[in-house]
């Protein structure tokens, strides 16, 4: 076999087969999936019509409009599935800039320890105790954030800080370990401890904490989307449950009821999908992760 | 010959993630009364874990899965909680491995002797439980003045050790049980603690079973000796048989592979071979990857135990079917 | 060149300090002062606490000592540049007691070692890469090579991991390998082929050992070219050729250990005569600075012995620090018994 072949194989004996294999990852990672593919191959399959139509407002679930009709007459399962793409991208990105943060800083704070240690364990416990949900609000009011990336970039920052208090805390007891000291007895530098010593021993705790923080990240946006402080776009999910909620009266008007549940349901499934990938991933890695205590 | 304490065909297990691991793969044993034996296996042949199960303090993913543990005529496992707790210690006393945790560390030696007393008797008054204690001390080696009153942390693992080996006794106790008695202590230390349980022994006739891996300290205290293997017993006899005139492959190679302080070296030989997986193990005899007189027989059926001599053994070198 | 000398420890002496508002000094290591040269087998022995671990990790230029001069290669270590001591740093190694602890556990053994062979013997491509890192499995014992390249550790045994330990500290080629209690913590029956392992080591590349252990029968397998340095309380107390010094021991402290450690013979070992001494415990106080070490716990104690500390001596080819070896009666092998 070759090295390419052998890795592959390597991956599927240790990551996806344990994730078949165990119930819940096994849940989880298919309801994700269904929605990754909703949110990419989605948009290019089922079209979006906007145009409002006054007489096909507030329509039940049919064969032609599946999830039903909106307060303007509009298909709701076309707005889900377009509004899929925001509500994951922000997620996605959110949990990775948050992750690159808490990574960065948590090895460099637990690798050098020192000044620059106790410099950004007080910047991490700063960030720890501030409230974040209402100060990311204010901030996305007053900044006016419109596309994904900057929401993204500032509900993470809200986000890394945990993390990166857990990593800081196994790396430097990590750094103690005999197998860190036979590197570098072996001259192998910091870029090798870094990389190719620390990483792959913290990879599935980052693993499992990508999708939690996923989750904190769909709260986030969809929350402060529903209260109306960011009039994003109509088709994501949160803005939907806003304008169901606060304009339309759709919780008011037992007709319009679907309205408001169409994206809360989605919310809930994919939240759901999410809890239960990252519950079996941790214990499919935490026999592993014990084996070094 | 009475025995005190006999095991019949234990089978315990382990869930782990990979599946079941054998660790006790259908053990029999006897105990004699009045004697000293050693269960000797190196790590992972399952001695830790046939204790567990002897005594019951299984973890929670560890079953037993059959078999019978006899104390005198008292079928152990079949015993309630509330019927165990009235054995341990009293009939049976175990001095576990490493016994720096077995102390309570809030409280001084004397109360922890007290307290574990009472847990079980209210026959003798404090005082005349602590005059019981001091003697016990005083046999251990120790001084009763100095330790009665420490609190755990102030006394030497040696201390501790004898300490723990003095409270075990305080209950009269028919049976003791070690755990590797002297492991982790400096070698002058442990040799006090040999002739510690030397001298015990012979004061009280105490039964002890006492479970290790060092095999020159077998040859310092036990009368009989048996030998484990993957999760099976390989040989039994009396000490002088076993170190002179083994006859199980395994015991003989494993004998050889003991580095000697004196003697010659150019005999001796590590056993090829690595010890074996107790989630598949090896077919037929546990052993037989790793034995040099290997016959067909071997990796498809189970040897017995054969009696040959002063030895009992399990090996198809002694028998047929 | 054979008596080229690798590393030399002068009046060294390492203590840690305790506490906080009464700082205490714990002295792990006392004016020890030793050298090693090329393919030497130096053995390190002695209890729990007396300071073999420490010593072998300031050889190592692990920890700087308190006091005296570390030298490698004839240079100061704690006095040299960055860049210099990179230099020599390969050449110096340390294979550590734990075999679980000192191997990556998210690491396979390919993943292990690739790197350190890459490094070290810059293979021009990744088929020489692999070819040279099976080579190192293969003289390590570690057949057939292709079964573990992807093992984990956890699937290996204590003695397969030592010797990946091993293999990986061979790499960049040391002229001393500092084995600190290699084969504590492996089974019985497989130690012997961890030390053959260093032996080869020793013999095929002249590789130099700081062998380190409480089990003098171990260390016995090197007696035909070492020597054993008896450590107490952080100070050697006897050294010599290793078959010399355990067929005539001087120091009484050797003396009751080697009537006090068992063998496997049950009529000699229940037979044998103990040395006894006076106290049963290591003292716990403060380390004396100005009196023998073992001097209450000596069943030949002096008055002189709690004064003075006795400074090492020659006798007969060993250096012993005691004041009463000309004193001390003939050493009768405890053995020695009519069986």
Redesign the interface.
Known sequence: MTRIGKRLSNMYYSVIRPILKNRRAFIGFTILMGFVIMATIGPLVVPLNLKTDWSKRFKPPSLEHPLGTDYGGRDIFQQIVHGSRDVLLIAALSALFAILMAVTIGITSGLLGGVVDVILTGITDIFLTIPSFPVMMTIAAVLRVRDPFSFAALISVWMWAGLARSIRTEVASLKQKEFIEAARLLNLGTFHIVFRELMPIIMPYIAINFITMMRAAITASVGIMFLGVVPFKITHWGVMLNMAMFQYGAVYVPEGVHYALAPLMCIVLLEYGAVNLSHGLEEIFN?RLKTYE | MVYILRVRNLVMEYAV?EGMLRAVNGVSLDVPEGKITALVG???CGKSSLLDAILRTLPPNGYIRSGEVFFRDINLLKLSEKELRKIRWEKIAVVFQAAQNSFNPVLKIADHIVETYQAHRNDLSKEAIIEKACKLLETV?LDPNQVLDAYPHEL?G??KQRALIALSLILDPELLILDEPTS?L???????I??MLKKVHEEKKLTMFLVT????????LADYVAVMYGGKIMEVAD??TI?YNAKHPYTQ???K???????D?SD????PG??PSLLNPPSGCVFHPRCPFRKPICDKKVPPFFRVGNNIVACWLYGEE | MRDKVIVELKNVTKYFERGIIRKRKNYAVIDVSLKIREGDIITLIG??GCGKTTLGRIIAGLIKPSKGTVLWFGKDVWKMKKKEFKKYRPLIQLVHQDPYASLNPARTVYQILAPIVKKYYKPKSAAELEKEVKNVLRYVGLTPPDYFLNKYPHHL????RQRLAFARALIPKPKLIVADEPVSMI???????V??LMKKFNEEFGIAFVYIS?D???A??F?DKATLSLMYLGRIVETGPMRDVLRNPMHPYLR???S???????????HKR?LE?KS???P?EIVMLESCPFSPRCPYSEEICFKQVPPPKEYDGHIVACHLVDKLPKWI?P?QVAV
């Open positions: 026999p | 993630r190196e790590s992972g080696r030497s040696g201390m982790a400096d070698t002058y230390t442990q040799s006090v040999i002739d891996h060092d095999l020159p300290v077998v040859a310092e000490v002088e170190f190679l494993l004998i592979a003991i580095p000697p302080l004196i003697g070296l001796r030989k590590p056993i690595n010890p | 209890e729990s045994s204590g003695g397969m089974d019985m029956s497989l130690r012997l082929s030390l053959a409480h003098i029968a171990t016995r397998y007696e009751a250990i080697l006090a450690t068992p063998v496997p013979d049950p009529r000699i070992t229940r103990k001494l049963l415990e290591v716990r092998p053995w």
